[in-house]
């Protein structure tokens, strides 16, 4: 079986004002950073410079734990949570690179 994807452009949510927005108490998205920037004043995310990034919206819809992964990814992945409406306010809640998940308490810890 032959597969190809021609990548061009940036993905829909490589800007931080452009980000998905994700509903529901679960669910599951799929998407892709080829050819994904990083934003002048983005945060190095789990302190890793890095150099692509995509950004999803999401509020819980109750309170309560929350486990965010990125589990069948084909790369290594980074994975950080912030609270804040424009990327010079961000306020990191969690993040991590090599991590299982993470796993978000009530009191904002990291329980992996």
Do not use: C
């Not at 061009?8 to 490589?14: G, Q, R, T």
Request: hydrophobic share 35%; proline share 4%; no cysteine.
């Amino acid at each position: 079986m032959l597969n190809w994807n021609q990548v061009v452009n940036a993905p829909a949510n490589d800007d931080f004002g452009s980000a998905i927005l994700l509903t529901g108490s679960q669910g599951g998205v799929s998407g892709r950073n080829h050819n994904a920037t990083k934003e002048n004043n983005e945060p190095n995310h789990a302190g890793s410079p890095g150099g692509r990034s995509v950004w999803f919206r999401w509020t819980a819809p109750a309170t309560g734990d929350a486990v965010l992964d990125t589990f069948g990814s084909t790369f290594d992945t980074v994975l950080a949570v912030y609270t804040g409406n424009s990327m010079n306010g961000l306020a990191l809640v969690q993040a991590n690179d090599d991590a299982v998940a993470l796993d978000l308490d009530n009191d904002g810890t990291n329980d992996t």
